[in-house]
């Protein structure tokens, strides 16, 4: 027995979809049930069923009109590079998607340049393609774009595999720690607010900003380290630290950034009591970036006598494999922002000072560093559970668009252009292979990959390849630094930039002497032509002012009048053997004004 369908609420045309229709067309075809009844059984209308059966429709056509301008293989080919050009960094606005389509229509025939597409037909393209969407991006630096590549990554996880099977911490996760620093200013921006609709609301904000630095720490296990604070300042007094939690510190320092001294400070005064018993069996993994302030050669020596293994993570990649970045800091800076907010409306409009940092920022670091947000960090960071294929494709897709730098070591530097590396398949874009659709020729597959090369492709062709340069972050950066080969690659580095800072020194010193002494054209005796003309100009000026001020007295002096062997040698020039251009007089102006004229 059939059982009627029960009908849907909304709009009539939106009560089916092509999944109705099918059912309805094998009930009809295949089972022989009449089309009213089919109809009714799978809310179908019957004028709409008839029209399918007898072919007069096609079956994937759900609403009524004309059909749409490109075909479904040309939309097809037309959202894949949509979609690449977003994945590398580079997508388009509405009004560029609009461009793009109505240039794309007229390379096909469809239209001509009079007759451009409007917003209509890109809301009726964002609904026949529900995987696109007008979104707000996150922008993501050049540096880090470039740095993102998969080759990087990969060799990041090929280090840090060897390294948790030496020590073996692949199953300790509570021995596994990430370091990481965030700034966050006292004047936040608002949150969004609940508001009447006929006036632009207004915030009160603290106006004048202070920079504060928190460095936080939490192992794979999730549990916390109590913030580390950096004030702005010159001397730390005990008030900056009203409110603070249990087992909080803090320094101060101009900048209210970290530095080298201030990071080994944290390390060997607050770090080291929050880690688990170390020693040559049972080490301690730290991972933190690899700024300059934290691979000091103190910092290394102390942590191989502690039996501490620090790991470098790769430079400019924080926002894949920080676990701290990854999704814990976000969430603080939500809730520091609502934080501020919440304290200037419950002290009347009281600016925060860096004295009220602590206390809101202890309540904020506590409710966002929490063991599921920590663990969540560590685990899409893919250190644990270790897994490197958890970082997505998307996230490396960017880098494809700059030559990436492959530097393995110190002394091996080479370079590789995007066009040397394999896109990732969720970006692989062959436009004129798509399996659900059936494709055109292939001169016409051909002419459609040139038009969408020369819109948008050509990004990945556009870019240089840069010299590669022998940084500190390129010898440490996806590295154990205290393993003793990594320590030597150290070595050698701050030995080489001695040397080279070294001979620069050497080769201005011997600039400077030949360019003293190379003849009438040399940088000397420029700097003494124009110290000559600026002088001749005051003396010019002053006595054109003589008749109108009073004692004024000028004394001049002719190089020419002078004896150069009254000069020492020393002081002589080693060319011309003078002291001074012939033919140039000099003048000392001793004026005493009586007032303004």
Same mark, same amino acid.
């Given at each position: 027995?059939?059982?009627?369908?029960?009908?849907?609420?909304?709009?009539?045309?939106?009560?089916?979809?092509?999944?109705?229709?099918?059912?309805?067309?094998?009930?009809?075809?295949?089972?022989?049930?009449?089309?009213?009844?089919?109809?009714?059984?799978?809310?179908?209308?019957?004028?709409?069923?008839?029209?399918?059966?007898?072919?007069?429709?096609?079956?994937?056509?759900?609403?009524?009109? #004309?059909?749409?301008?490109?075909?479904?293989?040309?939309?097809?080919?037309?959202?894949?590079?949509?979609?690449?050009?977003?994945?590398?960094?580079?997508?388009?606005?509405?009004?560029?998607?609009?461009?793009? /389509?109505?240039?794309?229509?007229?390379?096909?025939?469809?239209?001509?340049?009079?007759? #451009?597409?409007?917003?209509?037909?890109?809301?009726?393209?964002?609904?026949? &393609?529900?995987?696109?969407?007008?979104?707000?991006?996150?922008?993501?630096?050049?540096?880090? /774009?470039?740095?993102?590549?998969?080759?990087?990554?990969?060799?990041?996880?090929?280090?840090?595999?060897?390294?948790?099977?030496?020590?073996?911490?692949?199953?300790?996760?509570?021995?596994?720690?990430?370091?990481?620093?965030?700034?966050?200013?006292?004047?936040?921006?608002?949150?969004?607010?609940?508001?009447?609709?006929?006036?632009?609301?207004?915030?009160?904000?603290?106006?004048?900003?202070?920079?504060?630095?928190?460095?936080?720490?939490?192992?794979?296990?999730?549990?916390?380290?109590?913030?580390?604070?950096? @004030?702005?300042?010159?001397?730390?007094?005990?008030?900056?630290?009203?409110?603070?939690?249990?087992?909080?510190?803090?320094?101060?320092?101009?900048?209210?950034?970290?530095?080298?001294?201030?990071?080994?400070?944290?390390?060997?005064?607050?770090?080291?009591?929050?880690?688990?018993?170390?020693?040559?069996? !049972?080490?301690?993994?730290?991972?933190?970036?690899?700024?300059?302030?934290?691979?000091?050669?103190?910092?290394?020596?102390?942590?191989?006598?502690?039996?501490?293994?620090?790991?470098? *993570?790769?430079?400019?990649?924080?926002?894949?494999?920080?676990?701290?970045?990854?999704?814990?800091?976000?969430? @603080?800076?939500?809730? &520091?922002?609502?934080?501020?907010? %919440?304290?200037?409306?419950?002290?009347?409009? !009281?600016?925060?000072?860096?004295?009220?940092?602590?206390?809101?920022?202890?309540?904020?670091?506590?409710?966002?560093?929490?063991?599921?947000?920590?663990?969540?960090?560590?685990?899409?960071?893919?250190?644990?559970?270790?897994? #490197?294929?958890?970082?997505?494709?998307?996230?490396?897709? #960017?880098?494809?668009?700059?030559?990436?730098?492959?530097?393995?070591?110190?002394?091996?530097?080479?370079?590789?252009?995007?066009?040397?590396?394999?896109?990732?398949? %969720?970006?692989?874009?062959?436009?004129?292979?798509?399996?659900?659709? !059936?494709?055109?020729?292939?001169?016409?597959?051909?002419?459609?990959?040139?038009? @969408?090369?020369?819109?948008?492709?050509?990004?990945?062709?556009?870019?240089?390849?840069?010299?590669?340069?022998?940084?500190? %972050?390129?010898?440490?950066?996806?590295?154990?630094?205290?393993?003793?080969?990594?320590?030597?690659?150290?070595?050698?580095?701050?030995?080489?930039?001695?040397?080279?800072?070294?001979?620069?020194?050497?080769?201005?010193?011997?600039?400077?002497?030949? /360019?003293?002494?190379?003849?009438?054209?040399?940088?000397?005796?420029?700097?003494?032509?124009?110290?000559?003309?600026?002088?001749?100009?005051?003396?010019?000026?002053?006595?054109?002012?003589?008749?109108?001020?009073?004692?004024?007295?000028?004394? %001049?002096?002719?190089?020419?009048?002078?004896?150069?062997?009254?000069?020492?040698?020393?002081?002589?020039?080693?060319?011309?053997?003078?002291?001074? *251009?012939?033919?140039?007089?000099?003048?000392?102006?001793?004026?005493?004004?009586?007032?303004?004229?």
């Amino acid at each position: 027995m059939f059982q009627t369908k029960e009908p849907r609420k909304g709009k009539y045309r939106l009560n089916y979809d092509a999944v109705d229709i099918t059912k309805a067309l094998v009930m009809v075809n295949e089972k022989g049930v009449s089309v009213e009844r089919a109809a009714r059984s799978c809310g179908v209308p019957v004028t709409t069923l008839k029209d399918r059966v007898r072919g007069r429709v096609g079956i994937d056509v759900l609403k009524s009109g #004309p059909d749409p301008l490109f075909s479904l293989e040309e939309e097809s080919q037309l959202f894949d590079n949509i979609s690449t050009m977003t994945e590398i960094g580079y997508g388009y606005t509405r009004a560029e998607t609009l461009n793009l /389509a109505s240039d794309y229509s007229v390379h096909l025939g469809h239209r001509d340049r009079q007759h #451009p597409l409007i917003l209509r037909w890109l809301y009726n393209f964002l609904q026949r &393609w529900p995987d696109v969407r007008v979104q707000k991006p996150h922008s993501l630096e050049a540096v880090r /774009a470039k740095c993102t590549s998969k080759e990087t990554v990969n060799r990041y996880f090929e280090e840090l595999e060897k390294i948790l099977n030496k020590y073996g911490l692949k199953d300790k996760p509570e021995r596994v720690f990430n370091i990481d620093e965030k700034g966050f200013s006292t004047d936040c921006k608002p949150p969004n607010i609940i508001a009447a609709t006929s006036y632009k609301p207004q915030v009160v904000t603290t106006g004048k900003t202070k920079t504060v630095t928190v460095i936080g720490s939490g192992n794979a296990i999730g549990n916390q380290v109590p913030p580390y604070f950096i @004030f702005p300042g010159q001397r730390m007094v005990s008030e900056l630290l009203n409110g603070a939690s249990v087992g909080v510190q803090g320094t101060v320092s101009e900048t209210s950034w970290s530095n080298t001294n201030i990071f080994e400070m944290y390390l060997k005064e607050h770090l080291i009591k929050h880690l688990l018993a170390h020693d040559t069996n !049972n080490k301690v993994l730290v991972l933190y970036d690899g700024h300059k302030s934290h691979v000091a050669m103190g910092i290394i020596d102390w942590a191989r006598k502690e039996n501490i293994v620090l790991f470098i *993570l790769p430079p400019h990649t924080s926002q894949i494999l920080q676990p701290l970045d990854v999704s814990v800091f976000g969430p @603080f800076e939500v809730a &520091w922002r609502s934080a501020c907010h %919440s304290h200037l409306r419950d002290t009347g409009g !009281n600016i925060i000072t860096r004295y009220d940092v602590c206390k809101i920022a202890c309540s904020v670091y506590t409710k966002t560093l929490t063991p599921s947000n920590i663990q969540s960090a560590f685990k899409k960071s893919g250190i644990y559970p270790f897994d #490197p294929s958890i970082i997505p494709d998307t996230a490396l897709a #960017p880098a494809l668009s700059f030559p990436v730098e492959i530097v393995p070591t110190a002394a091996n530097v080479t370079t590789s252009t995007a066009s040397d590396l394999t896109c990732p398949s %969720s970006s692989n874009v062959n436009l004129c292979n798509h399996s659900n659709v !059936n494709t055109k020729s292939s001169s016409d597959c051909h002419s459609t990959v040139s038009f @969408f090369d020369k819109q948008g492709g050509m990004v990945l062709s556009n870019m240089k390849v840069r010299k590669a340069r022998k940084t500190l %972050s390129k010898v440490v950066g996806g590295r154990p630094i205290t393993e003793d080969s990594v320590l030597d690659d150290i070595k050698k580095h701050y030995d080489g930039q001695k040397q080279k800072k070294g001979r620069k020194g050497t080769d201005t010193s011997k600039d400077s002497q030949v /360019a003293g002494c190379s003849g009438n054209a040399t940088v000397q005796q420029q700097k003494r032509k124009s110290s000559t003309a600026d002088l001749k100009n005051n003396s010019s000026t002053t006595m054109r002012a003589k008749a109108r001020r009073s004692d004024t007295q000028i004394f %001049s002096h002719s190089s020419d009048e002078s004896s150069d062997e009254e000069v020492k040698e020393e002081e002589k020039c080693c060319v011309c053997k003078r002291f001074s *251009l012939p033919g140039i007089q000099w003048s000392i102006v001793f004026t005493k004004f009586l007032g303004s004229v």
